[in-house]
Nanobody
Framework: QVHVVESGGGLVQPGGSLRLSCTASGSTVSINVMGWYRQAPGKQRELVAVIINGGATDYADSVKVRFAITRGDAKSTVYLRMNSLKSDDPGLYYC?????????WGKGAQVTVTS
């Protein structure tokens, strides 16, 4: 069983930056995918960024260039650096991972963009 916890959300002005962190604990040795989804009020949850073992990454078109996903040395941590935040970026950002075929989710970190 894997436990997932996000941190780093907050309030930022348009054009600002935030870094989200996600740490997995438990049986993490077989993690092969980690990533971030987000959900804005009244909208469906959408994929933001994903990173797989080996370092390959993929991003939603709306965040390419502005966001960067990386993994920590321990491979049980993933980060999302968000730059040039816009008014359509706010929402609850969920960390997810796939380990031995099973998907685990965190409870989310709130990101708010307002002037």
């Amino acid at each position: 069983q894997v436990h997932v916890v996000e941190s780093g959300g907050g309030l930022v002005q348009p054009g600002g930056s935030l870094r989200l962190s996600c740490t997995a604990s438990g049986s993490t040795v077989s993690i092969n995918v980690m990533g971030w989804y987000r959900q804005a009020p009244g909208k469906q949850r959408e994929l933001v960024a994903v990173i797989i073992n080996g370092g390959a990454t993929d991003y939603a078109d709306s965040v390419k260039v502005r966001f960067a996903i990386t993994r920590g040395d321990a491979k049980s941590t993933v980060y999302l650096r968000m730059n040039s935040l816009k008014s359509d970026d706010p929402g609850l950002y969920y960390c997810y991972l796939r380990c031995s075929g099973a998907v685990s989710w965190g409870k989310g970190a709130q990101v708010t963009v307002t002037s």
